[in-house]
């Protein structure tokens, strides 16, 4: 009985530190959190591959590195369907001061149509228990990502 315990606390630990990662962290806060969410919103369409849709070369960078960043991008970008929210805009994530709770004023996404996603190419498995889980939240862009993060 006594050696079940010490998995049961790891196990007990492990739940804890991920209810904490799924309320804790801002939605959309990781780097491409929003081109999975879209690929996951794809999934849920039915629309697994999408269709190949161009990168615009990066502004900053010299011209042979932009067109052969941009080269390496649109190996997995596509276009892609989706019905359900979109995530608001990144109000938050390029300025350092700014709080997250901007993400309650800013108006919501289209709710159906084709966007492009970075992350299209990417196996469809991990995605099915997101794609299941988001249309709970409704029309809430936050509400479908903490599902999604439950889901993975």
Do not use: K
């Amino acid at each position: 009985m006594s050696g079940r315990r010490p998995l049961a606390a790891l196990a007990a630990g492990w739940a804890l530190l991920l209810a904490a990662w799924i309320v804790g962290n801002p939605p959309f806060a990781a780097p491409d959190e929003a081109s999975h969410h879209v690929r996951a919103l794809a999934i849920a369409e039915g629309d697994w591959t999408g269709t190949p849709a161009s990168v615009p070369t990066a502004s900053g960078l010299a011209p042979d590195v932009a067109a052969r960043q941009a080269a390496w991008v649109s190996q997995s970008t596509r276009s892609v369907a989706f019905s359900g929210p979109l995530p608001p805009a990144d109000c938050y994530l390029r300025d350092p001061r700014a709080s997250a709770a901007c993400l309650d004023r800013a108006p919501p996404g289209p709710r159906a149509g084709r966007t492009v996603t970075t992350v299209a190419t990417y196996q469809p498995l991990p995605y099915l228990l997101p794609a299941a889980l988001m249309p709970a939240a409704g029309a809430s862009a936050g509400g479908a990502d903490r599902l999604a993060r439950l889901g993975t």
